[in-house]
């Protein structure tokens, strides 16, 4: 299988591209069959968006040397050939972003990990949140709230007490970030085909900006959220180091 090799800028993602190309046979990323991506998470995600933009989406085998490395395998030179052979496919399903900010503007854009909305001043967000069309929280008063993917569950989802969802459990975490009112919200699980919208009240007063992984828009006014099911994405993982043991185990870390 022809393979390109893709590297993060930093100084240790370098010189272990280095020591690959000198070692292996490598061809353009327009040639490749499968790309090998070389840093930390933020690099994955930078090269599986990148990957988006694509005809043809190939497969990533990751290998750290950045910080955590969730979406990446151990940095090990040593039978790299054999391990791209025996290597697990994982499927990762992106979201899509719609955003329309206070001036008008319209965007769209991926997101693999999550979406998230976030208040830019002191005074905490208002927001309405609306699933399938039906208004379910009409007011949240909060810092933000996020919609993680399952892939994306054990990142800021996590961080902000969301639930651990299983790879392929076809959900989406609804979590709240620092919930003022109603106080004892939690963040609700919704079936991947829910579409939500979430819109900015007092957007003027209290403005709000909305992140798709890396991406950022300020001043945002309204957001709606649902699965692509038009693109696939498919990462590599070892047996023995696989992205669905690594989530599920999560759980279990004190």
Not at 28 to 55: K, N, P
Not at 200 to 229: C, G, M, N, T, W
């Amino acid at each position: 299988m022809r393979r390109a090799l893709v590297a993060s800028p930093t100084p240790a993602a370098q010189t272990a591209a280095e020591e690959l190309r000198a070692s292996h046979e490598w061809v353009a990323e327009d040639e490749a069959e499968m790309i090998v991506a070389l840093g930390g998470d933020g690099f994955m995600l930078q090269t599986l968006h990148g990957m988006l933009q694509r005809r043809q989406i190939l497969p990533v085998f990751g290998m750290n040397l950045g910080t955590v490395g969730f979406l990446m395998n151990d940095w090990r030179p040593e039978g790299l050939a054999d391990r791209l052979i025996h290597a697990r496919s994982f499927n990762v399903t992106p979201l899509t972003m719609r955003v329309e900010t206070v001036d008008g503007d319209v965007k769209e854009i991926p997101a693999i990990n999550e979406v998230s909305l976030l208040r830019e001043t002191r005074q905490t967000a208002k927001l309405e949140v609306t699933v399938n069309n039906r208004v379910v929280m009409p007011e949240l008063v909060c810092d933000g709230i996020l919609v993680a993917t399952p892939a994306g569950s054990t990142a800021y989802n996590l961080s902000a007490n969301g639930p651990i969802l299983p790879l392929g459990s076809s959900l989406l975490a609804l979590t709240p970030i620092s919930p003022f009112r109603p106080r004892r919200w939690r963040g609700a699980i919704l079936p991947e085909k829910a579409c939500i919208s979430i819109r900015v009240l007092e957007a003027d007063k209290r403005p709000v900006s909305a992140v798709a992984d890396q991406h950022e828009f300020r001043e945002v006014r309204y957001v709606s959220v649902e699965i692509d099911r038009l693109r696939t994405l498919k990462l590599l993982f070892d047996p023995e180091h696989a992205l669905d043991d690594r989530i599920t185990m999560e759980q279990f870390i004190a």
